[in-house]
């Protein structure tokens, strides 16, 4: 079942240890008012990864990996989450893990063979095209939220994984151009242009421009990809004649942004730390006041303020356990998503598919970081696995499972086509008897 | 398998912008930490010493003082208190934080500090001098650029709080010598600088111009003279130990100064000229203001009245004082003033040595020797005894103020001694309800500094 128990086994009780002595971190130096609250935790956390360990015991997988990556993060998540503002389980953040992790197996069987889910473009293109209507009619006025009472649901963050799985290319679709008048043209690439530009309409349209990057990422991976296939070399000129386009085009839309939108690209944030500049001034405070080190689980301060838990999750983490551990973390996530260059993918469709979700991950994180610490303009999207929110989790499992399915992909061999009975051959000779 | 390296080459390159990212992040972080902390409400903040090593204000709380120990520094040294602005400690609370990314707040122990080239002694001893009149008064060390003495008055013990702060005077939460006022006869100085610059010295020691007691200019408007009899016939140096108004009218309005080389030059000299946006002089944070007036015609009465020091005029006693280092040092360069001498971190490192610095060049060697000359003559013919026998060089001036109601006394001017390189600017308020003079404070203040 396992090629290598050891390591296996070697593997299970490193994240097990790293679990450990988080937790006995929260233990010594957490802010908790009952020990119970610190046990349920654990137990929570120290669960959840036997029951994993067991449960890939039923996968049939060339490496490991990526899942322990991936059980190692979440359940580090878990616990940052439940330490924000004093040691308390966060059931809802420990519920969207574990729909990551079943997310990320759902993404593992799907794209593991590449063949079936190449063939499935046109359900994939369908499948946007659908959350952008649902995005339309069901979220409120030009909002990106669908409030289900209980619950609420991002739709354009289900775009992200689809939108990868569009851009990814096989040798055999790049090689069908056509001619149309002197133009070689592959129509898939056309087709992803439309669905790339009526996203960020969407986008613009939704006022959730922080998540324009993340796509312009998957989609300028997936085309420098397209255009570099099969011989041709990274052409200097295309490259300079995409780098102008994209300056122009963001020139253009700094221009048409509303004015809440340059009122923060363009924030002092120092000369307003109540108002536009309130979130970063806080999360700028927090990290210099956590140090190197942190304060210690739950003891920071600002867990009081909005969306500590995810749009500037890494100073509340920054604060509460160091800036050495935000940036562990951060790197930890890099090694997730780099990956394919130690153990590379089997295809160039998974190839062109880990590109994507690298550009995704990257991108969201950069933003996420950098923007909460005042490097680039404030946008307010998640990190990967770490920030609070259900739709984020689901979507980042879906696209890890792209990543573990790169690394042990499935060839089926096409069925072997009926052999014609042989005709019994009548030599002369024997016709002759 | 060449085709899976580009893909490769795409993670690699998207790894790559976030690492570097993340590398400047954290470089970032760790050199504005101090920055961050200072705009949150948590400080430990550290000592600020006198050149001698007396204290001027104590973060921490630790030391025992009599009552208004502060005061002669109160508005200038400040506190963290947000009440004042324009401090040294607001200014440089970034340098007083107990604070390091490695170590947070050190909460006891921390040694971050400032040391300031001010003379405690000497501050309190012209604090005093002024018996309670309001007032201000800034002296330097005009070879190095050290400042020794700035006090003003009224000022306050930041050890007691504001829970009284409705009661407090006007003025009290500011240092005066930052601050443009009118400068009075004291601006001839600058005139006489013009008027050297634009027509040389020969030129200038030729023109002679009759006092009758007032001047009525092109357009008719009088400029009086204090000596309602009049001068006489006056050359430049007798115009300036005379302070007379008509002559330096008659200056202003000759032919031979004409209005776009004055400006060239009172621009030179850091005058923000017919409402120009003002400029600042950066003392170790703080902001002192420079020189500002109005130059239209220099038949016109509001132009003339300006170059004599009052109409719109107003200008800094800290820029009073530096253009009297240009004259002192006979090389029309100013030499740049500073507070802070040397500044320590949180763990006793030297973060920051004061330096010497100098402005360009505002106006000519030549110029200079020839106003420090005339300056000291004025200083030995009408100084050299209320002014404790010393050799200075000075220049005093009266300023009207509201509306003519008050009248400011102010004295700038330089000690022509090797050992003592001092310049200074005196100002006393409401000069008529004070016993106290220019001259007494000036001798305080050498006194103490030369002591």
New interface residues.
């Given amino acids: 079942m396992i090629d290598n128990p050891f390591s296996f086994l070697f593997s299970c009780l490193f994240v097990l240890a790293a679990h450990g002595a988080m937790l006995f971190n929260v233990f010594y130096n957490g802010n908790y008012e009952s020990t119970n609250q610190v046990i349920l935790l654990a137990a929570a956390v120290l669960g959840l990864d036997i029951f994993y360990y067991i449960a890939m015991l039923f996968f049939k997988q060339r490496t490991f990996t990526v899942d322990f990556m991936l059980i190692l993060i979440l359940n580090m998540s878990v616990i940052f989450q439940s330490c924000f503002g004093g040691v308390h389980l966060s059931v809802k953040h420990f519920i969207t893990c574990i729909a990551a992790l079943i997310s990320c197996r759902i993404g593992y069987n799907l794209t593991r063979d590449h063949r079936w889910i190449c063939s499935k473009k046109p359900y994939i293109w369908s499948g946007i095209g659908i959350l952008m209507i649902v995005i339309l009619t069901l979220t409120g006025s030009r909002s990106m939220w669908i409030d289900l009472g209980f619950m609420t649901i991002q739709p354009s963050e289900f775009i992200k994984p689809l939108l990868v799985l569009a851009c990814a290319t096989s040798?055999t679709e790049q090689q069908d151009k056509h001619k149309v008048l002197c133009f070689n043209i592959v129509w898939e690439n056309i087709i992803l242009f439309g669905i790339f530009a009526v996203i960020c309409l969407l986008q613009w349209w939704c006022r959730d421009l922080g998540s324009i990057p993340t796509f312009t990422?998957i989609y300028g991976?997936g085309v420098?990809?397209r255009i570099?296939?099969?011989k041709a070399k990274f052409s200097k000129k295309t490259l300079a004649v995409a780098g102008i386009a994209v300056g122009i085009l963001a020139v253009i839309a700094i221009k048409l942004a509303p004015e809440y939108v340059r009122d923060r690209l363009f924030v002092d944030i120092?000369n307003d730390?109540s108002g536009n500049g309130y979130q970063q001034?806080q999360a700028?405070?927090a990290?210099?006041?956590g140090?190197?080190f942190g304060?210690g689980p739950g003891k920071g301060f600002l867990c009081d303020v909005f969306a500590h838990e995810s749009d500037i999750v890494f100073a509340t983490i920054s604060e509460e356990w160091g800036?050495l551990f935000a940036?562990m973390v951060?790197?930890m996530l890099?090694i997730l998503?780099?990956l394919?260059?130690i153990n590379?993918?089997r295809?160039?469709y998974h190839?062109?598919m880990?590109?994507g979700v690298?550009?995704a991950f990257?991108?969201q994180?950069?933003l996420n970081?950098?923007g909460s610490?005042n490097?680039i303009p404030f946008t307010g999207v998640t990190i990967p696995f770490i920030s609070m929110g259900g739709s984020s989790m689901v979507t980042s499992g879906f696209m890890i499972g792209m990543i573990v399915a790169s690394q042990s992909p499935v060839f089926k061999k096409p069925k072997p086509k009926k052999k014609k009975k042989p005709v019994p051959v009548q030599t002369q000779r024997g016709n002759q008897s | 398998m060449k085709s899976i390296k580009r893909c490769q080459h795409i993670i690699t390159l998207f790894l790559l912008i976030f690492i570097a990212g993340m590398t400047a992040l954290v470089v970032k972080i760790n050199k504005e930490a101090s920055f961050y902390m200072m705009n949150s409400n948590k400080h430990m903040l550290g000592m600020v010493y006198d050149r001698n090593g007396d204290v001027l204000f104590d973060g921490m709380g630790i030391g025992e003082y009599e009552d208004n120990y502060f005061i002669d520094v109160g508005n200038l040294i400040g506190d963290d208190k947000g009440q004042m602005e324009n401090t040294l400690v607001a200014r440089n609370i970034e340098k007083l934080n107990n604070y390091s990314f490695s170590e947070g707040l050190v909460r006891e122990g921390g040694k971050a500090s400032i040391h300031t080239t001010l003379d405690h002694y000497a501050n309190r001893q012209v604090f005093n001098a002024y018996m309670g009149t309001k007032g201000c008064t800034v002296a330097y060390n005009y070879k190095t650029g050290e400042i020794l003495v700035c006090t003003s008055i009224p000022s306050l013990d930041v050890t007691k709080g504001y829970a009284n702060i409705a009661d407090f005077e006007s003025g009290t939460l500011i240092s005066k010598a930052m601050y443009g006022t009118v400068p009075g006869s004291t601006q001839k100085v600058s005139t006489v600088i013009t008027a050297l610059e634009i027509m040389g010295v020969d030129k200038l020691f030729s023109k002679t111009y009759n006092c009758t007691g007032s001047y009525i200019n092109k357009n008719g408007d009088s400029i009086d003279c204090h000596f309602a009899s009049g001068h006489g016939m006056q050359n430049i140096q007798q115009a300036i130990e005379n302070s007379c108004n008509p002559y330096f009218a008659q200056l202003v309005a000759d032919p031979d100064m004409p209005l776009d080389k004055i400006e060239k030059v009172y621009s030179k000299l850091g005058y923000s000229l017919n409402g120009a946006e003002p400029t600042y002089i950066d003392i170790d944070g703080i902001e002192c203001e420079t020189a500002s007036t109005v130059l239209t015609d220099t038949d016109d009465f509001n132009t003339q009245w300006g170059c004599i020091g009052q109409s719109a005029t107003l200008v800094s006693p800290v820029q009073l004082m530096m253009w009297q280092s240009a004259i002192a040092n006979g090389t029309g360069v100013m030499t740049m003033p500073y507070l802070i001498s040397m500044s320590k971190n949180v763990y006793g490192d030297v973060t920051e040595l004061g330096e010497t610095s100098y402005s360009e060049q505002i106006f000519s060697e030549e110029t200079a020797v020839t106003v420090k000359q005339m300056l000291l003559t004025n200083g030995a013919n009408h100084y050299g005894v209320s002014i404790g026998g010393y050799s200075v060089g000075v220049k005093s001036g009266t300023a009207q103020v509201k509306e003519g109601l008050e009248e400011n006394s102010l004295l700038v001017g330089f000690l022509d001694d090797e050992r003592h390189p001092i310049a200074f600017c005196i100002m006393i308020e409401n000069k008529f309800n004070t016993p106290v003079t220019t001259e007494q404070i000036a001798t305080v203040l050498l006194n103490s500094l030369c002591k």
Avoid: N
Wanted: glycine share 4%; aromatic share 10%; hydrophobic share 55%.
């Fill in positions: 040798v990422a991976a420098l990809l570099c296939y099969p120092w730390t001034s700028l405070i990290i210099a006041d140090g190197w304060k800036l940036v951060t790197l890099l998503v780099a394919p260059l590379p993918p295809s160039y190839g062109t880990c590109a690298c550009a990257t991108i994180m950069a970081v950098f610490c490097m």
